[in-house]
């Protein structure tokens, strides 16, 4: 099967099956982690990205392996999205010794270095600075650091003062503001204006469908492309209509953006049987991943990393 | 060699790793930048390496913490150590736990450098230690010099420290006589985290200090001399790790165990070392105290605050009245 969004083929459309395969990958991925959660396999929380997932993966799209992603709390969606192995991440989650982290950071916490994610960050606005403070390394590099954060997060100290830092140094920095509103009406705080905010900074921004993978990875190339030229940081403001949080996802979604990718595949011509042949290999490749995982051993609490410091250089 | 003053001992140090490692950067310059190291140091190595930031605490640390994950080295200034609890978010919910929660796959080699300590009239806000906040944090070393020449050996170890480094400067030590005694300075060399140094070899009575105090205990060690009491100072140099092995070395021999800290006793490392000693070695204890400070906010008012800070004549008077001895004898 293709490559899950990994590889860009040439062929417009490829591209974008692909990116469809991974939206479908981190929706079900969600689904069989609530399930083993609701078996007690998984212990810890698991935060919801069903509904977001256009935003992950159109925004990795336009970035090139060695980029940084950092990521919130709900970062499954970013790990998949950056090429995390499904069967790393199900066995983090299920605590186990060959998990993407060892077992030592669960859902919310999830690294994976080697595929660039610096990290997922469960303190509401840490994933602004850790991907403003990799651009200052990254620059250097010729590599892009982007961070995924949530509506609220616009809020907090770290999106001004960071947005400050990257607009006067011109870091190589995409911020991704990934708005859940149906989430934020719930809780009373939606209508705020966010990409205005970045006028104050000097800052270019731009208002995404969230919904739509085309016009996110449109958006994405663009800011991307400003980055690793040298001209500095973005801010998309990416507005999802997605799944309401409290509800466990169980809530409606009124614009699938999973849904809304499928039918944009078929109107541009991928045959039918094309796609199912596509969903059987996800769902294939993610129920191997879910069985490896669980066949996995526990972390040993006397083995590796029991000692507090890594070693000197 | 003669002991630098504390600004060119910390100038030094940063323009030593910044030639040696160009994965080095510093960030900020907001503090009270002892050295006015930054301006000479951006105008040496250039604004890629020597880089301007906001004041903030919140931002820096977080930004330094993402900037070492990536592969740089990064040092920033805070303004004052009170600040630091705007930079916690970074050094303790991500700096200090990157290397276990990742599984080892890698490293935050940054270094939080922090104007610290009392008796400068700076009041309640600018005066406060926060190695107690801090010690409890698996994962961040807590380096606290206790002279300019240390400062220089130390800073240089925690920059090459693959670990993240909260690093104290004392006040203080700005104003340091550039001799203290017979003891031998490290030579510009970095000093690894982690070991403690005997300060003053003695026999009697151990007495255990860090940052700023460690002067304060040498000078009374040398007044107690003058009473026939012979008292060992240990420097810890590191908070965390804690060096408690040579505490114990140090205790087996003299039996006597003092702990001043420049902070409250509840919740204070002093009182903290006190407990570990006595589980590790009650047997070799005929006396074990603390003198820390009252549990109050530091005043302002020189004639208050220095009522309420720890020197070497209130050490003095406490080893003389544990050791039942007179005052003023000898």
């Not at chain 2, 702990?259 to 589980?279: D, K, Q, S, Y």
């Amino acid at each position: 099967m293709p490559g899950l969004g990994a590889a860009q083929p040439e062929h417009a459309t490829a591209g974008y099956l692909g990116a469809y395969g991974r939206m479908l990958l981190i929706r079900r991925f969600e689904a069989a982690m609530e399930r083993l959660r609701a078996l007690g396999e998984v212990q810890g929380p698991i935060h919801p990205y069903a509904g977001r997932e256009a935003v992950a993966v159109g925004v990795c799209m336009a970035l090139e392996p060695a980029d940084y992603v950092s990521g919130h709390d709900h970062g499954h969606g970013h790990a998949l999205a950056k090429g995390t192995d499904p069967e790393a991440l199900a066995a983090e989650l299920l605590g186990r010794e060959t998990g993407v982290c060892g077992g030592r950071a669960g859902a919310a916490s999830v690294i994976d270095l080697q595929n660039g994610l610096i990290g997922c960050h469960g303190t509401v606005g840490g994933s602004i600075a850790a991907a403003v403070g990799a651009g200052l390394a990254a620059g250097r590099r010729g590599r892009v650091a982007v961070a995924f954060f949530g509506g609220p997060s616009a809020d907090l100290g770290y999106f001004h003062e960071c947005m400050g830092i990257a607009a006067v140094r011109r870091l190589p920095v995409v911020l991704v503001c990934e708005r859940d509103l149906h989430a934020e009406r719930a809780r009373g705080i939606a209508g705020a204006d966010v990409a205005g905010r970045a006028a104050a900074h000097g800052m270019p921004s731009q208002v995404v469908d969230g919904d739509d993978l085309w016009a996110v990875r449109a958006a994405a190339a663009a800011a991307v492309a400003r980055a690793r030229s040298g001209e500095g940081p973005t801010l998309l403001e990416c507005r999802a209509r997605g799944l309401d949080e409290d509800s466990g996802g169980a809530g409606t979604m009124p614009r699938d953006p999973l849904a809304g990718a499928r039918e944009r595949l078929l109107a541009d011509g991928v045959a039918a049987d094309v796609l199912q042949e596509l969903e059987r290999g996800v769902e294939a490749e993610l129920d191997r991943a879910v069985d490896r995982a669980l066949a996995a051993p526990h972390p040993d609490p006397a083995g590796a990393l029991a000692t507090e410091f890594s070693p000197a250089r | 060699m003669s002991a630098p003053d504390l600004r060119t001992a910390i100038r030094e140090a940063l323009a030593e790793e910044l030639e040696r490692d160009a994965a080095v950067v510093l960030l900020g310059g907001c503090g009270e930048d002892p050295g006015g190291a930054l301006g000479y140091l951006r105008e040496r190595f250039g604004p890629e390496r020597v880089l301007g930031a906001p004041s903030s605490g919140l931002a820096l640390a977080g930004a330094a913490y993402g900037a070492a994950v990536a592969g740089l080295r990064p040092v920033f200034e805070l303004a004052s150590a009170d600040l630091i609890t705007l930079a916690m978010d970074g050094l303790v919910n991500r700096a200090a736990k990157f290397w276990h929660v990742s599984g080892g796959q890698g490293t935050v080699p940054l270094v939080a450098r922090a104007a610290v300590g009392a008796g400068c009239r700076r009041g309640a806000i600018d005066s406060q230690s926060p190695c107690s906040w801090l010690q409890g944090v698996p994962g961040l070393k807590i380096a606290f010099p206790s002279s300019p020449a240390e400062a220089r050996g130390l800073l240089k170890g925690a920059i090459r420290d693959d670990n993240p480094v909260v690093f104290l400067e004392h006040r203080r030590l700005r104003f340091a006589r550039s001799a203290k005694g017979p003891v031998p300075e490290p030579d510009g060399e970095a000093i690894p985290l982690g070991g403690a140094r005997v300060a003053r070899a003695g026999r009697d009575l151990t007495i255990v200090s860090a940052g700023g105090s460690v002067s304060d205990a040498l000078d009374a060690a040398d007044l107690l001399a003058g009473d026939g009491v012979d008292a060992e100072v240990l420097d810890l140099r590191t908070l965390r790790p804690l060096d408690l092995e040579a505490v114990l070395e140090s205790v087996a021999r003299t039996n006597r165990l003092l702990a001043v800290e420049e902070g409250p006793r509840l919740g204070g490392w002093a009182a903290g070392l006190l407990g570990l000693v006595a589980e590790r070695a009650l047997h070799d204890l005929d006396d074990a105290w603390t003198l820390t400070m009252a549990e109050l906010p530091i005043p302002y008012s020189p004639t208050l605050e220095d009522a309420l800070l720890a020197d070497a004549g209130s050490i003095v008077a406490g080893v003389r009245a544990r050791l039942g001895l007179a005052p003023g004898v000898g």
